[in-house]
């Protein structure tokens, strides 16, 4: 059966996904990925894990592929949104990559984040858009930004490991914060601001449209085709209401992930507001909508690892559920996880 892979960059793993014609998944790989807080609200990545991660789960769905007698017929890509890496002449990365619930850049939205650049971006000011992080390196590191040839999304930087492009699709550069919305093309006004030039920033391309082929190397490190095309995407939460099938008025789609989102689809645009945020459509045309909550699932994730895993218990409100010092019931513990 011919098959295509659906790669997911997240925040905590990468996933490859196999899927036929028939919507069924014939392979499935994960891989986890390490998240660091060298401070309080900062939160970075080694951007090599993001490569890593990438060839060991492209690895994996490819033996499985292989042994049930699947033909691959393209990758596709999605990711976590608004986090960024930037890059030296050699394209390896001068620090670790800032992620998109990185909230150091607090002093910066209070000086960025005007009527303009919300217009421009469509975008209300907050920490998460790489916009403001960008203008936080721009004043403690500015040696980075000089330094940087490129500056990357997740999506760019896979692109170019695969195939030697270094490319985004335009719903995948629009949550930077960065991508003027009305031309979806990125914002000189807004580049300016954070001391960046057009050249730095990846090459645009449709949701949809093919970035590169994957490179002989590629090939045989994952065991995939040479050649193979490597397909556009979208940030996670659009794709994630695309696979929904939220492409039309009337639909939404409600995402419990690391973070929490709720979406539209716009087949005509919006304008800006401070109710909403507005995304470049994984469909290639119109906008997403979103409502967003940065701590979903991660907060949960940090009250299991913080108390759950602790060997000393919380006490109990209600000893006939969990009396000490016997270990927590199995409906507790399905509760944690």
């Known amino acids: 059966m011919d098959v295509v892979i659906g790669i997911d960059a997240s925040t905590t793993g990468t996933k490859a996904v196999a899927f036929g014609p028939d919507g069924q998944v014939h392979a499935l790989a994960r891989a986890a990925i390490d998240r660091h807080s060298p401070e309080p609200t900062w939160h970075e990545q080694d951007a090599e894990q993001w490569w890593d991660s990438t060839l060991d789960v492209l690895t994996g769905a490819a033996g499985e592929l292989a042994e049930a007698g699947h033909t691959v017929r393209a990758i596709g890509i999605t990711h976590q949104r608004e986090s960024f890496v930037c890059l030296d002449e050699q394209l390896q990365p001068l620090r670790p990559a800032m992620l998109w619930l990185d909230a150091r850049a607090g002093a910066q939205v209070e000086r960025l984040g005007d009527d303009t650049a919300h217009r421009i971006s469509g975008k209300p000011p907050s920490t998460t858009p790489s916009f403001y992080k960008l203008g936080w390196l721009a004043d403690h590191e500015p040696e980075t930004l000089t330094a940087a040839r490129h500056v990357a999304d997740v999506h760019a930087f896979l692109s170019h490991r695969l195939t030697g492009t270094l490319a985004t699709s335009t719903a995948s550069a629009d949550p930077m914060g960065l991508v003027d919305m009305s031309t979806n093309d990125w914002s000189e006004e807004l580049l300016t601001r954070v001391g960046l030039r057009r050249e730095q920033m990846p090459a645009l391309v449709p949701p949809g449209g093919v ?87 991660l907060s949960v994730a940090w009250f299991r690892k913080a108390f759950a895993g602790r060997s000393q218990r919380i006490r109990p409100t209600s000893r006939s559920c969990w009396p000490r010092p016997r270990p927590v019931p199995a409906a507790c513990a399905t509760c944690l996880t």
Do not use: C, M
Request: charged share 10%; glycine share 22%; net charge negative.
């Open 211 to 297: 970035v590169g082929h994957l490179t002989a190397q590629v090939a045989q490190l994952t065991g995939l085709p040479e050649g193979l095309p490597v397909v556009a995407g979208a940030g996670d939460g659009q794709s994630g209401g695309l696979g929904a099938g939220v492409s039309r008025k009337g639909l939404a789609y409600l995402s419990l992930g690391t973070s929490i989102t709720l979406g539209v689809h716009a087949a005509e645009g919006a304008d800006a507001s401070w109710d909403y945020r507005l995304l470049g459509s994984p469909l290639g045309e119109g906008v997403t909508i979103e409502g967003f909550i940065n701590s979903g699932a």
